[in-house]
């Protein structure tokens, strides 16, 4: 009896306090709307919108601040639950099937990542990420997913998105990723660095050239960078593409998660409008079909 006292007590607590602290993280994340006030009307990407990113020994960060012109009424409901989640993490290159599992508190979304090209499943590695919704009200939201281990030795993935409305017909997101790296990966993205992702940069801005044009941020900085606005870049896309028919929906998507990473060739070019379709139109029916465990 004292035990199951003891358990309703916690949870009455938990209640009670649970409104109280979604008003502070959304007063926060007002917070830091008003704190970006410059940098979203002033940046290089000339929309409402800022990358950060932070390495610290082998944990790397990259975080998108971001005004959407959607109202919270959208945006809320559709970041919700992990069939949405798929259908937007998709979108992303790497990300080769993605799958749901459990309820409510035991959710696992279960990604399958891999290459750059179309592959069979099993060439993938999977990344089972335990979901959370911790906060969901009328001004706030806050989806949270974390996996301990994912290729070679990284670990500590988290994935975690924010929301609050900003006036009837916007909102504002902040969307971070992060994940810790060890010495087979360090070695790993050496080698990578070295050979095919020698040329490649991030999106902040360190320097400039001796012709006076910007130096971009390269190294792990610069892959957290990429694989962070190529994560945001799908949760526009999938917002952006609601208001289409059910049936154009996932194409629109498609196209227009392609159209957006070609706004920065720089940083996100890695194939042709064409065979980026052809790759996803097959891993999205792959998906549908429940392949992907």
Request: glycine content about 6%; overall charge positive.
């Amino acid at each position: 009896m004292k035990t199951s006292w003891g358990r309703t007590l916690a949870l009455t607590i938990a209640l009670a306090f649970a409104p109280l602290a979604q008003a502070q993280d959304a007063a926060a994340l007002r917070a830091k709307h008003e704190s970006l006030r410059e940098k979203l009307a002033n940046n290089p990407f000339h929309r409402p919108l800022v990358l950060e990113s932070t390495q610290n020994s082998g944990d790397l960060r990259g975080e998108v601040y971001a005004i959407v012109e959607q109202p919270f009424t959208v945006v809320g409901p559709a970041l919700q639950g992990m069939d949405h989640w798929c259908e937007l993490l998709i979108l992303h290159l790497n990300v080769k099937g993605c799958s749901s599992a459990g309820k409510p508190p035991s959710e696992v979304l279960s990604l399958v990542v891999g290459r750059k090209f179309d592959q069979p499943l099993d060439d993938g590695y999977k990344v089972a990420f335990a979901y959370s919704m911790p906060a969901s009200s009328d001004d706030y939201l806050r989806i949270q997913m974390a996996a301990e281990n994912g290729p070679l030795s990284t670990r500590n993935y988290r994935l975690a998105l924010e929301a609050v409305p900003l006036d009837d017909k916007r909102s504002f997101i902040h969307m971070s990723y992060s994940y810790a790296y060890g010495t087979a990966a360090r070695l790993a993205m050496q080698a990578y660095l070295a050979t095919a992702g020698r040329d490649k940069v991030g999106f902040s801005v360190v320097g400039k050239t001796e012709d006076g044009k910007p130096l971009h941020i390269d190294g792990v900085r610069g892959v957290v960078e990429r694989n962070t606005m190529r994560y945001y870049l799908a949760i526009e896309a999938y917002l952006g593409s609601l208001a289409a028919a059910p049936n154009e929906q996932q194409e629109k998507r498609l196209r227009d998660w392609f159209a957006a990473t070609e706004r920065h060739t720089l940083q996100l070019h890695e194939m042709e409008r064409d065979e980026y379709l052809k790759m996803k139109r097959s891993e999205v029916q792959r998906q549908k079909a429940g392949a992907v465990r």
